[in-house]
Antibody, heavy 118, light 109 residues
Framework: EVQLVESGGGLVQPGGSLRLSCAASGFTFGNYYMHWARQAPGKGLVWVSHINGDGSTTDYADSVKGRFTISRDNAKNTLFLQVNSLRAEDTAVYYC???????????WGQGTLVTVSS | QSALTQPASVSGSPGQSITISCTGT?????????VSWYQQHPGKAPKLMIYEGAKRPSGVSNRFSGSKSGNTASLTISGLQTEDEADYYCCSYAGSTYVFGTGTKVTVL
């Protein structure tokens, strides 16, 4: 069974940083693109970033480019999102997802909440 | 990277069919046959319902179908059931990045 479990969220002050993690199991992690998406409270889904299987290719939404960094450790089956220079508008549940089917996220974690507030 | 446009809400009675539209631009929906649709119940993670515009993942009911014309993609739910009440989001590949739609709340009357 495919499982994705996010962690690392919490309360952080504006300008602060966090490192989000996504532990994967039930599939060959290094064979898949992985994504991060987020959802502000009461709002819609927003795509954040993705990374290819060997970590050589990454892309970001304009709203996070230069502040967020996606990475992966295939030996530990773990996806990361380093989030820096956080703003109030970054407050959201952050989901990781597996990109198995063409241009689609076929499995999602339960999300981790990041709250940016002083 | 502006969000794709969806109606805020759509409703229907049990057994009816409803259609949710998803309007983008020639930079996303219009250029790629790579629109996916997600169902999200309150407090839950999204679930993939349609990929590549019209394909259903294993386990998704054939009551869900997708299509595209020009810059607009559509999701049709036929034989509406109470468990279909949820938020629905479209998502399009946009040439190395992705863009989600604004979301549609489906209400079963």
């Amino acid at each position: 069974e495919v499982q994705l479990v996010e962690s690392g969220g919490g309360l952080v002050q504006p300008g602060g940083s966090l490192r989000l993690s996504c532990a994967a199991s039930g599939f060959t992690f290094g064979n898949y693109y992985m994504h991060w998406a987020r959802q502000a409270p009461g709002k819609g889904l927003v795509w954040v970033s993705h990374i290819n299987g060997d970590g050589s290719t990454t892309d970001y939404a304009d709203s996070v480019k230069g502040r967020f960094t996606i990475s992966r450790d295939n030996a530990k089956n773990t996806l990361f999102l380093q989030v820096n220079s956080l703003r109030a508008e970054d407050t959201a549940v952050y989901y990781c997802g597996r990109g198995e089917l063409p241009a689609a996220i076929d499995a999602w974690g339960q999300g981790t909440l990041v709250t940016v507030s002083s | 990277q502006s969000a794709l446009t969806q109606p805020a809400s759509v409703s229907g009675s049990p057994g009816q069919s409803i259609t949710i539209s998803c309007t983008g631009t020639s930079n996303d929906v219009g250029s790629y046959n790579l629109v996916s649709w997600y169902q999200q119940h309150p407090g839950k993670a999204p679930k993939l319902m349609i990929y590549e515009g019209a394909k259903r993942p294993s386990g998704v009911s054939n009551r869900f179908s997708g299509s595209k014309s020009g810059n607009t993609a559509s999701l049709t739910i036929s034989g509406l059931q109470t468990e279909d009440e949820a938020d629905y989001y479209c998502c399009s590949y946009a040439g190395s990045t992705y863009v989600f739609g604004t979301g549609t709340k489906v209400t079963v009357l």
